[in-house]
């Protein structure tokens, strides 16, 4: 598993989630960040200002992409026969604007050697048993919220611009009260 965007707040979250459940995963972050999603559990960690994971010629059964910060034609190189490009979050239309995710992989077919066979639209339900999935995996030390920073109630403004620079590694918190 490729996770595309592993050092953020949903990043951290896939890369241990894959991890739990046995898969050999490879996080995709900045410098800064690639001693902390080893941490976490990746097994490699591609710095993106040093490599494009695009081109690394590595094969890999699912790429979970949060980052969005190449195209799908692009994302494809990577999957092997069939692989699945998993796309998450990002901003509206990101994903079948012209230039959008869907878009590019639909429209790149002949020009990769791999071809879309269907193109899915899920959504996680937050169901008990997830729940409760998450919670054990959470108990068990398997996966542990990395939070960045925290920021008082009253400095929610200052949270929302610093989440929205894009360089959170974790989650970024809220706490209220005492």
């Known amino acids: 598993v490729l996770v595309n965007g592993a050092s953020g707040g949903v990043g951290t979250f896939a890369v241990q989630l894959a991890r739990a459940f046995g898969a050999e995963v490879t996080g995709v972050c900045g410098p800064r960040n690639v001693d902390m999603v080893r941490s976490i559990g990746a097994h490699q960690v591609i710095d993106y200002t040093e490599r494009d994971f695009t081109r690394s010629g590595q094969r890999y059964d699912v790429l979970i992409d949060i ?14 026969g069939k692989g699945a490009l998993v796309a998450v979050g990002g901003e509206p239309g990101r994903w079948v604007q012209p230039g959008g995710h869907v ?24 169901t008990k048993r997830n729940l409760v999935t998450l919670t054990g995996l959470i108990e068990d030390g398997k996966v542990t919220p990395v939070i960045d920073r925290s920021f008082p109630f009253a400095r929610i403004p200052e949270a929302v611009t610093y989440q929205e620079a894009g360089h959170a590694a974790g989650k970024v918190v809220i706490t209220v009260g005492g």
């Open 67 to 80: 980052a969005g910060s190449r195209p799908g034609w692009a994302c494809r190189r990577v999957l092997t």
């Open 103 to 126: 878009v590019s992989l639909l429209a790149a077919g002949p020009f990769v050697s791999q071809r879309v066979s269907s193109v899915n639209v899920v959504t996680c339900e937050e």
